[in-house]
């Protein structure tokens, strides 16, 4: 097996899962346990996973809910890393990206957390703009520390 082969059957994804959901509460309590489901399943640890899962499937079900689309939940592993994604149609809303998170002033408040939870909790993550009029927010976990 030459160099190039060998570096192409590492970089394939070894997991995944994909699935479209409505986006409502009920849409985004099926993404977590869904998405925990599908780890235990693959002897993966699920945690954080669902924390980032439930966080960012709420933000789409709420922030980037269009009537009649509904948002849709990935999960891959590749090598040692697990990567979560969730797409919704609302391109035009877009939460601050890495390092641009703030708390909300209120201490008292209910909402505004979510994506401090999804930075806490990941070890890399970001937001994928497009195809029009979509956007993807994904994060990555380290499954070796």
Do not use: C, Y
Not at 24 to 35: C, E, I, K, V
Not at 54 to 59: F, K, Y
Not at 100 to 127: Q, T
Request: aromatic fraction near 4%.
């Amino acid at each position: 097996m030459n160099e190039e082969n060998h570096r192409t059957q590492q970089a394939r994804t070894e997991r995944t899962f994909t699935v479209l959901l409505s986006p409502t509460h009920r849409g985004a309590r099926l993404a977590r346990l869904l998405a925990v489901a599908h780890l235990d399943a693959w002897g993966l640890p699920s945690e954080a996973a669902a924390h980032i899962v439930a966080e960012l499937a709420t933000n789409a079900s709420t922030h980037g809910r269009v009537q009649g689309r509904d948002f849709q939940l990935s999960l891959a592993v590749r090598e040692k890393t697990l990567r979560i994604e969730v797409t919704d149609t609302r391109g035009d809303s877009v939460p601050p990206g890495p390092g641009a998170v703030k708390a909300p002033e209120d201490d008292g408040a209910e909402n505004g957390r979510g994506m401090l939870i999804v930075e806490a909790l990941a070890d890399h993550w970001g937001i994928t703009p497009g195809p029009v009029p979509r956007k993807t927010v994904w994060a990555e976990i380290d499954l070796v520390r």
